[in-house]
T-cell receptor, first 111, second 118 residues
Framework: TQLLEQSPQFLSIQEGENLTVYCNSS?????LQWYRQEPGEGPVLLVT?????EVKKLKRLTFQFGDARKDSSLHITAAQPGDTGLYLC???????????FGSGTRLSIRP | GAVVSQHPSRVICKSGTSVKIECRSL??????MFWYRQFPKKSLMLMAT?????????EQGVEKDKFLINHASLTLSTLTVTSAHPEDSSFYIC??????????????FGPGTRLTVL
């Protein structure tokens, strides 16, 4: 069974601080996606990383795909209250022909 | 582009009744649609995968007779919760993929439907 573990599960920090969320698996993925979900809404795709070692930046968010394509991280610089939400990583498994979602990280940014 | 809608956004029903939830891709043709269930403060739990014109593939532990999925066209999939019980109360979310917008099977999600069974 392919699993994607995210850590931490919950994170509450002060506005302006930096943070990193991790997404780890023992399986190799063809690509990995990050989504953000706000309460009462569906997840929204933030980024897709495809190549091992790839780094993508989206304003204050930096996404990295591990060299072996088994893990990924999301780093947020100078967090803002608008960053609050549930962050989900999702791995594309070509062998299983499916997308596997991580366990989620609930982020709360205090003003 | 790649907008997915769901209807209704909220529904309250009595125990024993059936509820239908619609999922539509508004500006693209979806090759595959997915139905998820989400418990409070938890991640997404995949219920089933459906392709237009074929039977849905259900995940282990999901009763196909309980959760009926119909994928009638490339832009519409429906989930019917039959003989609903209070334990079926949950947030149901659909998503869709498109070969055009999803080179890596990225999913575009609907806004979700909050089902409450009394």
């Amino acid at each position: 069974t392919q699993l994607l573990e995210q850590s931490p599960q919950f994170l509450s920090i002060q506005e302006g601080e930096n943070l990193t969320v991790y997404c780890n698996s023992s399986s190799v993925f063809s690509s990995l996606q990050w989504y953000r979900q706000e309460p009462g809404e569906g997840p929204v795709l933030l980024v897709t990383v495809v190549t091992g070692g790839e780094v993508k930046k989206l304003k204050r968010l930096t996404f990295q795909f591990g060299d072996a394509r088994k893990d990924s991280s999301l780093h947020i610089t100078a967090a803002q209250p608008g960053d609050t939400g549930l962050y989900l990583c999702a791995g594309e498994s070509r062998s299983a022909s499916k997308i596997i979602f991580g366990s989620g990280t609930r982020l709360s940014i205090r003003p | 582009g790649a907008v997915v809608s769901q209807h209704p956004s909220r529904v309250i029903c009595k125990s024993g009744t059936s509820v239908k939830i619609e999922c539509r891709s508004l500006d693209f043709q979806a090759t595959t649609m997915f139905w998820y269930r989400q418990f409070p403060k938890k991640s997404l739990m995949l219920m089933a995968t459906s392709n237009e014109g074929s039977k849905a593939t259900y995940e282990q532990g999901v009763e196909k007779d309980k959760f009926l999925i119909n994928h009638a066209s490339l832009t519409l999939s429906t989930l019917t919760v039959t003989s609903a019980h209070p334990e079926d109360s949950s947030f149901y979310i659909c998503s869709a993929t498109s070969g055009l917008f999803s080179p890596h099977n990225e999913q575009f999600f609907g806004p979700g439907t909050r089902l409450t069974v009394l």
